[in-house]
C-alpha cells in the first residue's frame, strides 16, 4: 500500500480535513488485540472495515475513520466480564472528578450524567433531582433510563442546571451530535461537563492499548479540542483541568511507566516486539499498582472541561 493516495476524512467535531495521517490498524491486528488481551470477540463488528486510519484534525483531535462503535453486546461483554463499571465507579473518593463536579452541584439542582452504567456519580450528586442515561446498562435503577441523550433531549430541552458526561464521548461516532443533545437538555445558564482520556498521556505511550482503539475508543481528546468543541457548540469554556489520577485509573499510570518505547510515530503495531512491551507493560503495571503509591504530580490520562451555555 506504499504510495497509496490517501482520502482525508473530515474532522468530526469541526467538518475541516485532517492534517496528519498517523497510521493504519488493520482489522485482522484488532481483532487478535482485543480476543487476547480481553477475551472478547469483535470479528462481527469489524466485519466490514479492512482497516481503520488515525487521523488528526486541525482542532488537535486524534480521530479513527471510519468510527465504527462498540453494540450493546461488546459493552455487555466487556464491562462485565472484567467488572469495569465496578471499577469505574469505585469507592466514594476514588474518582477524583466525581469529587469536583460534585463541588459545583447545589441542592435542588437537575443534574443529568449521560452514559452512567452503574450510576457511580449519584452520591456525588445526593442533593439534587438526579438522572442517569445508558443505552446499554439503563433501567438497572428508576432513575437511570435506558436511552440515549439524543431520545432524552427532546424530552426535556433546557431542563438541567449540569449535564455531565465521564469517559463516553470518546466512544461514540458522532461526538458533536452527542453535545449538541446535550446542550439542548441544559437550561440557558447551565454547565456542560465533559471529562475525556487525553492525549499524549500515559494512556498513549502502552504499545497496543486495544482499549484506545475501536470499537471502544473512537477519539482521542487534548484541551485544544475540548475548547474547539464548546466554541462549534456555541458556550463559555470556563476551564479544561487535569484529572488527578483515581484508583480506577491508576493501573494505567503504571502501565505507561514500564511500557518500551518502541516507535513514537505509532500507537499499534502487528510485531512480537509490542505484543511483549504490551505483555511487559501488563505484568510490572499491575505489580506496581498492587504495592506502591502514585507519586505526588504524577501524569494524569485524563482532562476535564466545564463550559457554560449562554443565558440568552
Not at 439503563?138 to 437511570?144: K, L, V, Y
Not at 501524569?299 to 472541561?305: L, V
Amino acid at each position: 500500500m506504499a504510495g497509496e493516495k490517501k482520502q482525508i476524512p473530515l474532522c468530526p467535531i469541526t467538518g475541516k480535513k485532517a492534517v496528519h495521517f498517523v497510521q493504519w490498524l488493520f482489522r485482522d491486528t484488532l481483532i487478535g488485540l482485543w480476543r487476547h488481551s480481553f477475551g472478547v470477540d469483535v470479528s462481527g463488528l469489524l466485519a466490514d472495515v479492512p482497516r481503520f486510519g488515525l487521523w488528526e484534525s486541525p482542532a488537535g483531535l486524534m480521530f479513527f475513520d471510519p468510527p465504527i462503535a462498540g453494540d450493546a453486546k461488546f459493552y455487555t461483554e466487556l464491562y462485565r466480564r472484567h467488572s469495569l463499571h465496578e471499577r469505574l465507579s469505585g469507592v466514594e473518593g476514588t474518582r477524583p472528578e466525581f469529587k469536583a463536579v460534585g463541588a459545583l452541584i447545589r441542592p435542588g439542582m437537575k443534574v443529568l450524567d449521560v452514559g452512567c452504567g452503574d450510576g457511580g456519580f449519584r452520591p456525588y450528586a445526593k442533593d439534587a433531582e438526579y438522572w442517569g442515561l445508558d443505552p446499554n446498562f439503563g433501567g438497572t435503577r428508576p432513575d437511570i433510563l435506558a436511552e440515549p441523550i439524543e431520545e432524552h433531549a427532546p424530552k426535556r430541552p433546557g431542563y438541567y442546571d449540569i449535564v455531565c458526561s465521564f469517559q463516553v464521548i470518546e466512544h461514540v461516532p458522532d461526538p458533536l451530535g452527542f453535545a449538541r443533545a446535550m446542550v439542548a437538555a441544559l437550561k440557558p445558564g447551565g454547565l456542560l461537563v465533559l471529562g475525556v482520556p487525553s492525549w499524549p498521556a500515559p494512556v498513549t505511550e502502552i504499545p497496543n492499548y486495544v482499549m484506545n482503539a475501536p470499537p471502544h475508543h473512537l477519539t482521542w481528546w487534548n484541551e485544544a479540542s475540548l475548547r474547539a468543541l464548546a466554541e462549534r457548540l456555541g458556550l463559555r469554556c470556563r476551564d479544561v483541568i487535569d484529572c488527578p489520577i483515581g484508583g480506577h485509573s491508576s493501573i494505567i499510570y503504571w502501565m505507561a511507566r514500564f511500557a518500551p518505547t518502541l516507535d513514537r510515530t505509532r500507537y499499534f503495531r502487528a510485531a512480537w516486539s509490542w505484543h511483549l512491551a504490551l505483555i511487559w507493560a501488563w505484568l510490572a503495571g499491575s505489580a506496581a499498582d498492587a504495592l506502591l503509591r502514585i507519586p505526588p504530580g504524577a501524569r494524569t490520562s485524563e482532562i476535564m472541561m466545564i463550559a457554560e451555555k449562554p443565558a440568552s
